[in-house]
């Protein structure tokens, strides 16, 4: 690889994850909008804008992935992950629980370790070996603290860790894998349409008290119809927001190793923790501090332990 490919590789990756990094500022800009309905359009805007391109570039080869019983099955299971994992990573935003959202993608990395053990026996060098150990040591000191399980770190890194291992089913480009998830999707993304999450909402806009999905039906919209120009301007720009990090991110996956990439996912997180921290005012008891300290030390562990070891060449006896 030269150094121009490796610069530009470099300059998608960090534009990739400093855009989802960032997020949680856009979802902010929504946070009058009804979670389910931002998930809602969402997935159908990507759908439209993906598969608008694709239809322009004369590409239908994905749509071939349904004809297929099992690939069907697996696309299915991979659209339910991903939509579980966008939707409650919007809900967290808008609820105050940036942080605790960033905690789980700070693990991701990590439980994708695991998931490649579980599921293709790869062998783990003994720096993942202890970063999973003392991660899976962070996750129970902050259980332990609290008195309750970090369900929403664990549930988006466990969606988010499972969506990974099912997209490597799929031998095709990330567009053609965005517009395979959203149509499979949109059945899903209409019917959210006709649901709302009820509660009431602090002086910031957060909901609070939270009770279960209610049904509306689609008259659970008109309330759109109220919001001011540049909530739905921005609500307009969610197909982009989602395709956008994903393009940038396949252009730097193609010229970076896997190494390299490694390294650029914790852009994400780190911008999160500190946007909840510094901009959104989120709490950071000393539990918060202790069980991070355990997470940020596996991290670390985790990006030396993807240092290639050097080769040593043998050494030719002299004759």
Known sequence: ???????????????????????????????????????????????????????????????????????????????LLICCNWGLYIWAVNSGFT????????????????????????????????????ACAGVLLLTVLSGTLPWISLILALTF?????????????????????????????????????????????ILQGTSL????????????TALPIHTLGAFALCGAVTMLPLYFFARGAKLLPLSALGFTQFIGPTLQFMLGLFVFGETFPPRYFAAFTLIWTAVILYIISLKPVPRVKPVKAVK
């Open 213 to 224: 999905p209610i049904f509306t039906g689609f008259q659970g919209l008109a309330y759109l």
């Open 99 to 134: 942080i605790e959202a960033s905690l789980g993608y700070y693990i991701n990395p990590l439980i994708s370790i695991v998931l490649g053990l579980v599921f293709f026996r790869e062998r783990l060098k003994p720096l993942q070996w202890a970063a999973v150990g003392i």
């Open 1 to 79: 690889m030269n150094g121009a490919s490796s610069g530009k590789g470099y300059t998608f990756a960090v534009l990739a994850f400093s855009l989802w990094g960032i997020f949680p500022l856009y979802w902010k800009l929504l946070i009058a909008v009804n979670p389910l309905h931002i998930l809602s359009f969402r997935i159908l805007l990507s759908l439209a804008l993906v598969g608008t391109i694709l239809l322009a570039q004369k590409k239908i080869r994905w749509l071939a992935v349904f004809k297929e019983r099992k690939k069907a099955g697996f696309l299915a299971l991979t659209a």
């Open 161 to 205: 860790g499972f969506y990974s291992l099912l997209k490597k089913q799929f031998a095709i480009s990330a567009l053609e894998s965005l517009g395979t998830e959203t149509l499979a999707s949109a059945p899903f993304g209409i019917v959210l349409m006709c649901f709302s999450l009820t509660g009431t909402s602090d002086s910031s806009g």
